[in-house]
């Protein structure tokens, strides 16, 4: 439903309650007129939110690995190193004046290699592989991460999961960890409890977060055959595989490291066995070097760019100031919210659905009510539900033992600005107009007469048919405290040099119908992802960021004026 749909069905809202208010004068209380579906005696919940037992799915023997992992960055080599070799940052093409190296001279240091062929692989199509669900548990063995193996479920999706039409996602949950498999091979796990507070914060030196993911990766048995370790965007550390001895741009896994040390998320992206499909002649990387002297200040050329300084990527916020909050419910506390639900299905078919909450609650209730709720979400506004229970488990881990559930049917994902008010130690939201709704189970530490904007999961009248309640789920300060911003210099602004200190022919993928980088040819019009080889040119600008840059190296690929 479009956001416009849901501002004037709330409108429509505000105006009958108003109506109702001013008809039998009576104040907004905090009770619901509604008769939700009540469950007499909720079973006794498990950490996983299960109430019947089961032999979690048996899981295959992990894969040992063909060869022993080899780094290619020597432990100096990190430690000299800002942010590693390139990746993941920010860039792309630009195709005229005006792009980043307008002014830039470009002085390059590195021997310009000489290789004149090179191998073209075919690779399966990312998009019609099917989930490997023995690599999934596979993977979530090597992690640590144990139990049942799930699929996540949508109205209309059989129940056994079997239909050609739906792509499925695999999950393993272990707590407050989660592994998940998707169509395209990968596997791509998360400790909720490392990264939920830590996003916007300032990462780690790349040397530091190097080290801490490579002893992850080595540790967990996750890295095959040779590799080189190069930063990625933020927290990010990635690992580049080998092949003929050549780097490939697709990192096979990226690890997140967090600024407090801990690994908080592991992407396992294997792009599938390469076929070769021909030795091709390569233009010379002289040519290409010259393509990019060329295309500098104009363009049309594909280049990325990480910056040096870890402030960019984080501001530092002085301690002590609160702008955010976000509503935690607390173990033992009687809840009644509003949410949209995920609902997870046991692969083997032997467990009852898994149902969480957009806050990664898990439903716990009998098998019998948690099918009535996945069954009902089909008629739900965006699947959302009223749910109410007491909270089980510390926050990131949570079970909500049910009493009670009902669809919901009207505006849900609101947005609103209003002032925050407190009466009668109740905080209420006074919207422009001067129409107050109920903040429910408001933090004890929000700001009285203060602006805010509230995210809200759906809006309720109580019992009277007078009062509005919102079920928030974060609230923000509109007008922040004025902090001075820390001077952190634009990496896309004013490079005025590039020194150019490798050169290397790599392998690129391409996805099925992709261009080559830098130009608008489509390099195939098979149903396949493709390695191609490419010049990259790596280096630094004059401010310490680094630069890289790509040009075709198939002679057949005809490079743009």
């Known amino acids: 439903m479009k956001r416009s749909t849901f501002l004037w069905f709330f409108v429509v809202l505000l105006m009958f309650v108003m109506t109702a208010c001013t008809s039998v004068g009576t104040s907004p209380t905090t009770s619901s007129n509604a008769e939700p579906n009540a469950i007499p005696a909720p079973s006794v919940a498990t950490d996983s939110g299960m109430t019947d037992s089961a032999d979690p799915a048996v899981a295959p023997p992990v894969p040992a690995a063909e060869e022993a992992a080899v780094s290619m960055v020597s432990e100096d080599a990190v430690a000299s190193q800002v942010r590693g070799q390139g ?64 699929y996540e479920w949508y109205p209309g999706l059989p129940i056994d999961g079997a239909d050609d039409t739906m792509q499925l996602t695999y999950h393993i949950f272990d707590g407050q960890e989660r592994v998940m498999g998707f169509t395209s091979g990968e596997a791509y796990y998360e400790n909720y409890t490392v990264t939920r507070d830590q996003y916007s914060l300032k990462p780690l030196p790349f040397a530091e977060r190097a080290r801490i993911a490579e002893q992850f990766a080595l540790d967990h048995g996750l890295l095959d055959g040779s590799y080189e370790m190069i930063s990625g965007w933020g927290h990010e550390v990635q690992f580049r595989s080998q092949l003929d001895n050549l780097m490939v741009t697709w990192p096979v896994l ?117 099918n009535e709720i996945a069954d009902a979400t089909s008629g739900a506004s965006g699947g959302n539900m009223r749910l109410t229970g007491v909270i089980n488990g510390e926050p990131g881990s949570q079970t909500l033992e049910l009493s009670a559930w009902e669809p919901v049917v009207g505006a849900s994902d609101l947005y ?146």
């Open 254 to 370: 990226i690890i997140q490291v967090m600024p407090s040390g801990e690994v908080g998320t592991v992407n396992v992206r294997p792009y599938g066995t390469p076929e070769p499909m021909e030795s091709a002649e390569l233009r010379s990387a002289e040519s290409a070097l010259q393509y990019v002297r060329d295309h500098l200040a104009e363009g049309q050329l594909w280049y990325n760019i990480i910056p040096a300084n870890q402030d960019y990527y984080a501001q530092p916020f002085p301690e002590g100031v609160k702008t955010h909050w976000e509503r935690t419910p607390q173990p033992g506390q009687t809840s009644s919210f509003t949410s949209w639900l995920q609902i997870f299905r046991a692969a083997d078919g032997s467990l009852p659905p898994r149902i969480m909450t957009d806050r990664n609650i898990v439903l716990s209730a009998d098998t019998q009510t948690l």
């Open 87 to 150: 990746g993941g940052g920010g860039g792309g093409y630009y195709f005229g004046p005006g792009g980043p190296f307008v002014d830039t001279e470009l002085t390059v240091t590195a021997a310009l290699p000489d290789q004149a062929e090179s191998n073209v692989y075919r690779l399966p199509n990312p998009y019609e592989g099917q989930i490997n669900a023995d690599l999934t548990i596979a993977t979530a063995q090597k992690l640590g991460v144990e139990g049942p193996l799930y």
């Open 416 to 561: 609103l600005n209003g002032t925050t008010r407190i009466l009668d130690n109740q905080a209420w939201l006074e919207l422009p107009g001067g129409f107050s709704v109920q903040l429910n189970d408001a933090p004890s530490d929000l700001p009285t007469d203060t602006a805010v904007g509230v995210y809200s999961s759906g809006i309720r009248t109580a019992d009277d048919g007078c009062g509005a309640i919102l079920d928030w789920i974060y609230v923000d300060l509109i007008n922040q405290p004025y902090i001075e911003p820390q001077p952190v210099d634009d990496p896309y602004a004013n490079i005025t040099g590039v020194t150019i200190d490798n050169i290397a022919l790599v392998y690129h993928y391409l996805y099925p119908g992709e261009m080559v980088p830098s130009t608008y040819e489509v390099f195939s019009s098979e149903p396949n992802g493709h390695l191609v080889p490419i010049w990259r040119f790596a280096g630094t600008t004059n401010k310490g960021d680094m630069v890289e840059f790509f040009v075709p190296a198939l002679n057949s690929v005809e490079m743009p004026e």
